[in-house]
C-alpha cells in the first residue's frame, strides 16, 4: 500500500506569489494534518481536516488556507509568499482521531526568494 | 498555548555511552507520542505513551511518561551510529483536534 504522498517534492517561488501544495493520504485515513517545519525546528501544527472539515488551527496568518476534498486528499495554499515561509510542508494522516498514530509524508521543500 | 520543551536541544555522544532525552510542558496531553527524523524524510513514529507512568521498551529505546501526562524521557542504552538523527516528541491535545511537536533533539552518536 503506497504511504502518504505529497507533490511537488520541491518548489521554489518569489514573494507575492501563491502557492499549492498536495496531499494523498493512506488509503482509508480520513483524517489530514498540515505541518510547517524551518530548518532546525520541529514541526508547527497549521492544520487539520477530519471528514472534509476544519478541526484544528495553528497560530498561522490568514495568508495560510486549506481544504479536504470527498476522496480525503487534501491542499494547502499560501497566499502573498514572504521569505519566512521557506519551510518543509509536512503532511500527516491518521485514520480517524484521537491517540491513532500519524504517518507524515516525505514533504514538500519550498523556497521563497 | 500548549508547548513541549525538549532538552538537550543537540547531543554528540560517543558509541556505546548511554543517552536520556526530556520533553516538558505545563499541559496535560491525552497522549505522547516519540518521532525520529532522518534528513529529508517525514517524521517516523517510535512509540505512543498514553497511561501516566507507563514506560514502554523497544529493543535498547526506554520511554517514559510522566505520572501527571505532562512530560516524557527517552533512554537509549548503548547508542550506535545509527541511533543518530533527531528526536521529536509530540503532545496529543486532549480533545484530539492538534498533535504539537517540541523543537527536537539533535542526536550524533559518533563511532
Known amino acids: 500500500d503506497a504511504g502518504v504522498t505529497q507533490s511537488p517534492t520541491h518548489l521554489i517561488k518569489t514573494r507575492g506569489q501563491h502557492v499549492t501544495l498536495r496531499c494523498s493520504p493512506i488509503s482509508g485515513h480520513k483524517s489530514v494534518s498540515w505541518y510547517q517545519q524551518v530548518l532546525g525546528q520541529g514541526p508547527q501544527f497549521i492544520f487539520q481536516?477530519?471528514?472534509?472539515?476544519?478541526?484544528g488551527r495553528g497560530n498561522f496568518p490568514d495568508r495560510f488556507s486549506a481544504r479536504q476534498f470527498p476522496n480525503y486528499s487534501s491542499e494547502l495554499n499560501v497566499n502573498a509568499l514572504l521569505l519566512g515561509d521557506s519551510a518543509l510542508y509536512l503532511c500527516?494522516?491518521?485514520?480517524?482521531?484521537?491517540?491513532?498514530?500519524?504517518?507524515f509524508g516525505s514533504g514538500t521543500q519550498l523556497s521563497v526568494l | 498555548t500548549q508547548l513541549l520543551e525538549q532538552s538537550p536541544q543537540f547531543l554528540s555522544i560517543q558509541e556505546g555511552e548511554n543517552l536520556t532525552v526530556y520533553c516538558n510542558s505545563s499541559?496535560?496531553?491525552?497522549?505522547l507520542q516519540w518521532y525520529r527524523q532522518e534528513p529529508g524524510e517525514g517524521p517516523v513514529l517510535l512509540v505512543t505513551?498514553?497511561?501516566?507512568?507507563e514506560v514502554k521498551k523497544l529493543k535498547r529505546l526506554t520511554f517514559q511518561f510522566g505520572d501527571a501526562r505532562k512530560d516524557s524521557s527517552l533512554h537509549i542504552t548503548a547508542a550506535q551510529p545509527g541511533d543518530t538523527g533527531l528526536y521529536l516528541c509530540?503532545?496529543?491535545?486532549?480533545?484530539?483536534?492538534?498533535?504539537?511537536f517540541g523543537a527536537g533533539t539533535r542526536l550524533f552518536v559518533k563511532a
Open positions: 499541559s496535560v496531553f491525552s497522549s
Open positions: 481536516y477530519y471528514e472534509k472539515e476544519e478541526r
Open positions: 505513551v498514553v497511561t501516566g507512568g
Open positions: 509530540a503532545g496529543e491535545e486532549m480533545r484530539g483536534f492538534k498533535t504539537i
Open positions: 500527516a494522516s491518521r485514520l480517524r482521531g484521537l491517540n491513532e498514530k500519524l504517518f
